[in-house]
């Protein structure tokens, strides 16, 4: 099932996302045949259980999944996987009705879905937003703006967290699952080769948006906690889909350096270029290795915070260090948008902020390991 469901993307990844993905990069949208293609093979539905009519594969499938798809384009992967993410989420926690109702359309592609915590005035510091809940006889009232947000410019859905309380009160935070087509949403797209058109990077402001009762997903007291559980399974396979966009990389350049003659040789006779890809080869067996280990305890329900941290850590560097490297040894070929190596280079930029920035981890990982002692 698991190696049927990989062969699957190999195959959707080679044929529909490497073919598109040069255009992306010069600012096409995808099309959205090709989320509901992804749909199709149940890519939308990796993780959700099959009584949701998912296909019930284990995390360490969806972060193979995410590596393989992002060898071919990070932002489409980073797209596909969110939509993912609300679509389990909802089967693990929103009442029957409301799975009913949207887990269907997420799983088909025919919707695309959110996860908005970052605002403009707020993003490492989670505590601080201050986009606000209060609560009505109907529901509840939402304010705010989010920004940056994967999916931002077309999702249907968005769990959006917002603050229940005072602003600052980490306790005050919950969750509300809200339909972006709702009044008082206006939504904006975020341009640009580091926003990643294929990743729908955009942000929306909330004015005055009424949810119903049964729209707050997560509690205030327990949103926080809950997100920094979700939050080692989403640092895992990003640190797959930086392993994955370096795997790429190295390929290409290993099928370049046998064909490509220079002063009578091919690149890779050249000492000094096969050791760059040796060097980057070897950089990225270290951290295919700590992901192993964060993928296993994350597959495992264990405690997976350190090794998460220290997995995405290796695997960010690895990836804004050998990525450029690896681009240098094509010469000006490995500039040509037909290569992945430009959008690979902005992809690595932004997994160093996604779901926990570097800074922040490595401060994480001196705590973690500090607690644990020698
Ligand atoms: C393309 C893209 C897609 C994104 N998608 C989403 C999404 O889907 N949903 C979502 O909610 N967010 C998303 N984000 C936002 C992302 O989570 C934030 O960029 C990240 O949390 C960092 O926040 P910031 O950019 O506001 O930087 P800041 O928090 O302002 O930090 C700026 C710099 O200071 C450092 N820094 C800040 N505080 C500390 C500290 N205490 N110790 C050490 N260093 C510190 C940071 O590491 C960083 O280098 C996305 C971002 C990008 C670029």
Not at 343 to 371: E, M, P
């Amino acid at each position: 099932m698991t190696q049927a469901f990989l062969d699957r993307v190999t195959s959707f990844a080679a044929d529909h996302l490497t073919p598109a993905a040069a255009d992306w990069s010069m600012g096409e949208t995808p099309d959205t045949a090709i989320y509901e293609m992804a749909g199709q093979i149940g890519i939308l539905g990796m993780q959700v259980p099959q009584s949701f009519g998912g296909q019930g594969l284990d995390f360490a499938t969806r972060a193979a999944a995410c590596s393989i798809l992002a060898g071919a384009d990070f932002g489409f992967a980073m797209s596909l996987v969110n939509t993912h993410n609300i679509a389990l989420r909802l089967s693990e926690i929103a009442p029957d009705a409301m799975c009913q109702r949207y887990i269907p359309d997420l799983l088909s592609g025919k919707i695309s879905a959110c996860t908005a915590l970052t605002e403009p005035s707020t993003g490492s510091d989670f505590a601080a937003v201050t986009t606000q809940a209060i609560q009505a006889d109907t529901g509840w009232v939402l304010n705010g703006e989010k920004t940056w947000i994967i999916n931002g410019r077309h999702a249907g859905l968005s769990i959006v967290y917002a603050q229940c309380r005072s602003i600052g009160d980490s306790k005050g935070i919950g969750a509300f699952l809200v339909d972006l087509n709702a009044k008082g949403v206006m939504r904006y797209a975020i341009d640009g080769g580091f926003a990643q058109t294929s990743m729908g990077t955009g942000g929306f402001s909330l004015q005055d948006v009424e949810v119903a009762h049964d729209a707050m997903l997560i509690a205030p007291g327990t949103a926080f906690k809950a997100i920094l559980t979700e939050i080692n399974g989403a640092r895992t396979y990003v640190a797959a889909m930086c392993n994955g966009m370096v795997g790429q990389a190295i390929a290409d350049v290993a099928a370049y350096g046998r064909h490509r003659d220079s002063f009578g040789k091919p690149l890779n006779a050249i000492p000094s270029w096969q050791a760059a890809l040796s060097a980057a080869e070897a950089a990225l067996n270290s951290s295919q290795t700590l992901t192993a280990r964060a993928i296993d305890l994350v597959n495992t329900a264990s405690d997976a915070q350190l090794a998460a941290a220290q997995a995405k850590i290796e695997a960010v560097t690895c990836a804004q260090r050998y990525l450029p490297e690896l681009l240098h040894l094509m010469g000006a070929e490995g500039l040509r948008p037909e290569r992945p190596f430009a959008r690979h280079i902005a992809a690595a930029q932004i997994a160093g902020f996604t779901d926990g920035a570097t800074n922040i981890l490595k401060d994480r990982v001196a705590r973690l390991t500090a607690q644990k002692g020698p």
